[in-house]
């Protein structure tokens, strides 16, 4: 069997989807934090969080050791509850709406567009119009890596009582024109808050670990707490100290997890973002490849590249197949893509063909069941040559005939 969804398995392959990215100097700081007695919650994870503020123009990070995490500590601080509830894209990773769920609120999806798979301003409209309890948070996510219309959808959000956020673990460092200025994702300017995997397949890589990043810093105290088992020890914020002098005790006051990230990962992240820009750079170039070798293949189209060539951080490649048309299943197509060494992989089953989500029914969003039905994810990473996309290229090109 060649083609997997675990990435120990995928890895196995020539060319697996994704790979990650570990350079000596990354090596070298992982290296240095495990000589550090600190380990955990120390002077890397500050850096980290420093580093991230600067890089994507926030004022608050928190690093925890998911990008599941970091939703789930966005949701909870945001007040997600069962009685108010998220609104989401079906085209995503099960997580996005999972940590809605673990806060116990009523989770809806939103139909996206059928040939980027992302969420509109036009289609989060319908979908409030369809839901039948208060929405307190919409999430949007940057599918493959490409910006969705975040003053659009910010526009809705907003009109309907409910506040935005992004799930921007596709699109670290992408930005997009906005009345004359340059905006990162990130920044702040639409949404409450913004979450990022450093899973060891996304461009910054601490094996697992994530982060969430906001302007508000009430907002990343709540994060701050849930992450450590909503534990308080500032004695200002003590409701019954024992005592006026009291160095052990801390009170607890809501629910929390741990959720810390230790300082071998934040070290890791740390240097890997450094070289984020470049990764960027070299992603955007290899779809523009990608674009011109796969040009003309009969049944298959490949991802528009946009004209803002930096509203795209390309953290997927994915075509879109006429499998109907061309007479062929998906499943056949991957296994002789994976005979040739080339991993494959389908980003993603639309949440709400899940057996845990199949109350929601599939044929209110028919954007999101075109996209799936045609969406396949070929190798995509910084390491990949012009050599390896022509291989590539070409066993799709057979795979396809
Ligand atoms: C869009 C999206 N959201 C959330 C997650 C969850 O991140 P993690 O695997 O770090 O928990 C992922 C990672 O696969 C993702 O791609």
Known sequence: MVVSSEVSDAMALRYPYARPTVSEADIAAVTAAARDPTLTQGARLRAFETALCETFGATEAVVCNSGTAALHMLYAALGLSPERGLLTTPVTFLATANAARLCGAPVAFCDVDPVTGL?????????????????????????????????????????HGAVLVDDACHAPGASYEDQGLRRLVGDG???AASTFSFHATKHVAMGEGGAAITHDPDL???MR??????????????????????????????????????ELSCALGLSQLRRLPESLAKRRALAQRYGSLLAGVDGMRTPDIPADADSHA???????????????????????????????????????????????GS?????????????????LYPDLTEEDQVYIADALRQALA
């Open 189 to 191: 300017a639409y949404t």
């Open 314 to 360: 390309w953290h997927l490649y994915a075509v879109a197949v006429d499998f109907a048309g061309l007479g062929k299943t998906r499943g056949a197509v991957m296994r002789a893509l994976g005979d040739s060494g080339v991993g494959s992989q389908v980003h993603y089953i639309p949440l709400f063909l899940q057996p845990y989500y199949r109350a929601h």
């Open 363 to 379: 044929n209110a969003f028919p954007g999101a069941m075109q996209y799936y039905e045609r969406t396949l994810s070929i190798p």
């Open 220 to 222: 990343a105290k709540s």
């Open 225 to 262: 707490l849930f992450r450590n088992h909503g534990m308080r020890r500032d004695p200002a914020d003590w409701l019954h100290p024992p005592e006026p002098d009291a160095p052990w005790y801390y009170e607890m006051h809501a629910l929390g997890l741990n959720y810390r990230a230790d």
């Open 119 to 159: 969420m509109t301003p036009e289609r989060l409209e319908a979908a409030f119009a369809r839901i039948d309890f208060p929405v307190a948070v919409v999430a949007v996510v940057h599918l493959a890596g490409r910006v969705a219309d975040l003053r659009g959808l910010t526009d809705v959000a907003r009109r």
